[in-house]
């Protein structure tokens, strides 16, 4: 079964349509939810007006460059994490960078597996913590191998399933709404139908037990026992 990344809804911010192009793509093989954006003024729009875990961010943007998105999203305390992906290669670029607000900082060119393994290690430091698998009840999630293990076997369920409950299980006691649920795994242009999350919770519910996941009524959905949250 090959390797997935985070559940998670990334802005990519890359002015070169064939990088720009090739990340989405490679990143959403590895499971992610991508927004593109081409300029500097687009990704300051984008982050004030969607929900994202993480950006990828170029420096050499036209209009706004890339170090002025970084320091207006720092300034407005923002709490998002931040992997800077350039050429430039200088240390006062880097350090820059890392002074200004910066997770982390990857050179181009670089394999994709890199860029991914990276985003899961600053989105483990963002949640506070290092651990690379999340637990729930009888639940057992790894994200890097996109494996799922209900108490202790394994079970096999679709991506978008595995997105859900990854949000869930990330958030295990709290309560999440569809909506919330919809605007962190589904990117521009990917049509959402009006019941496509309770489908999937339908579906989840056959394969794991009725008791995993619990709908709160009118609110949302919740994995785990509200006292442990």
Do not use: C
Request: aromatic share 4%; proline share 3%; no cysteine.
């Amino acid at each position: 079964m090959r390797e997935t990344g985070y559940a998670m809804r990334l802005l990519l911010v890359e002015d070169d349509p064939m990088i720009g192009n090739g990340l989405q793509q490679g990143l959403r093989h590895e499971g992610y939810t991508v927004d593109w954006v081409q300029e500097g003024s687009m990704a300051v729009l984008a982050l004030e007006t969607n929900p994202y875990s993480l950006l990828l961010l170029d420096l050499g943007l036209p209009r706004l460059d890339g170090m002025q998105v970084l320091k207006a999203l720092r300034q407005r305390d923002q709490a998002l994490s931040v992997i800077i992906i350039t050429a430039r290669d200088s240390l006062p670029d880097r350090l820059a960078g890392l002074d200004n607000g910066a997770d982390d900082y990857l050179m181009k060119p670089f394999a994709i597996e890199e860029l991914v393994a990276r985003i899961r290690a600053v989105s483990r430091r963002h949640a506070g913590h290092a651990r690379t698998q999340l637990s729930a009840g009888p639940l057992r999630l790894d994200p890097a191998r996109h494996l799922l293990w209900l108490r202790n076997m394994l079970v096999v369920v679709s991506a978008k399933e595995f997105a859900i409950l990854q949000e869930l299980m990330r958030e295990s006691g709290t309560v999440i709404s569809r909506e919330q649920l919809e605007e962190r795994l589904y990117g521009w242009g990917e049509e959402v139908g009006s019941n496509a999350v309770e489908v999937h919770i339908h579906n989840l519910r056959k394969k794991l037990g009725s008791e995993v996941i619990r709908t709160v009524r009118g609110v949302g959905y919740r994995i785990g026992d509200p006292e442990a949250a």
